[in-house]
């Protein structure tokens, strides 16, 4: 019912920069949260930023990543600047969307765009 398709992941030296895209496209009523999480490897999957009523960023990338949205388009964006090592990993799009016709939100993933952070 709702598709989440994530683009602009790569290969990036320390210190560079990338900016991730995802589009929801479907049975969209409304989307309440946009936002992204990120797996490393042997880690948990953890939020990096998500964008509702309020903005939210992890720790390790505030002053480095920014996240927006476009809202007419469904789309959610993240700029990632001063790079570092760790943060390679699988990057997820994730949406809170309430599907035409139904009462309630759900929670709706992308397939993961990976970024690897080496020299």
């Known amino acids: 019912q709702v598709q989440l398709v994530e683009s602009g992941g790569g290969l990036v030296q320390p210190g560079g920069s990338l900016r991730l895209s995802c589009a929801a496209s479907g049975s969209i009523f409304s989307i309440s949260t946009m936002g992204w999480y990120r797996q490393g490897p042997g880690k948990r999957r953890e939020l990096v930023a998500h964008s509702g009523e309020s903005t939210i960023y992890t720790d390790s990338v505030k002053g480095r990543f920014t996240i927006s949205r476009d809202n007419a388009k469904n789309m959610v964006y993240l700029q990632m600047n001063s790079l570092r090592p760790e943060d390679t990993a699988v990057y997820y799009c994730?949406?809170?969307?309430?599907?035409?016709?139904?009462?309630?939100?759900?929670?709706?993933w992308g397939q993961g765009t990976q970024v690897t952070v080496s020299s």
């Open positions: 994730h949406a809170y969307v309430r599907v035409t016709g139904t009462p309630t939100f759900a929670n709706y």
